[in-house]
């Protein structure tokens, strides 16, 4: 089944303890995005990647890292987390970068800072 | 760079009656519309859109027009059922840059 999946789905953790969420996708999409959802804001782009090793900004970058050495997998690290971090992140793909294309999302990750 | 507003941020519908949700975008340069539903506990799936070149695009129920002189478009859902309860999101782009979406509508269909 063609899919974009995220772990953990759920995670709470202390300000300042380094965490990883893992992003992987089946569909052979050289595009992959990083989003964070809050309430009365929509989706915020955080980081994308158009192809293996190349990683860009997005609107919300600060205190998120990414890295993209294979194809299918596009982590966001968040080095030292803070509680304005608090949120629901989705990771999506597409088959090719540019604004035209479809975007397939994972099923999210809460996750809660204390 | 584009920014894309949305409204209402809620609305309830009764069964079977029309719901419709309006978004404006500010990039004059922008050509592609899509709609995304967010089901509880699920992230966003693309549900239906539409370029620059159509005025209106519709599948079953649910429809979008866009109008481009004054730069808005709209979702259109007609016989409303209780599974269309869910976070609707539009979001705009040109064909090089990335999609910007609006706030998002939580649309709640009562029996």
């Known amino acids: 089944e063609a899919q974009v999946t995220q772990n953990p789905r759920y995670l709470i953790t202390v300000t300042g303890k380094k ?80 604004g035209g294309e479809t975007q397939y999302f994972g099923p999210g990750t809460r996750l809660l800072v204390l | 760079g584009e920014n894309v507003e949305q409204h209402p941020s809620t609305l309830s519908v009764q069964e079977g009656d029309s719901a419709v949700i309006k978004c404006t975008y500010s990039d004059s340069a922008s050509n592609y519309f899509p709609w995304y539903k967010q089901e509880l506990g699920k992230g966003p799936q693309l549900i239906i859109d539409i370029r620059s070149n159509v005025g209106e695009k519709k599948d079953q129920r649910i429809a979008v027009t866009l109008n481009k002189t004054a730069k808005h478009f709209s979702l259109h859902i007609t016989e409303t059922q209780p599974e269309d309860s869910a976070v609707y999101f539009c979001a705009a782009s040109n064909s090089w840059g990335k999609l910007q979406f609006g706030a998002g509508t939580q649309v709640v269909v009562t029996p």
């Open chain 1, 19 to 98: 965490l990883t969420v893992t992003c992987s996708q089946n569909m052979n999409h050289e595009y992959m995005s990083w989003y964070r959802q809050d309430p009365g804001l929509g989706l915020r782009q955080i980081y994308y990647s158009m192809n293996v090793e190349v990683t860009d900004k997005g609107d919300v970058p600060e205190g998120y890292k990414v890295s993209r050495k294979e194809k299918r997998n596009f982590p966001l690290i968040l080095e030292s987390p803070s509680p304005n971090q608090t949120s629901l992140y989705f990771c999506a793909s597409s088959e090719l970068a540019g």
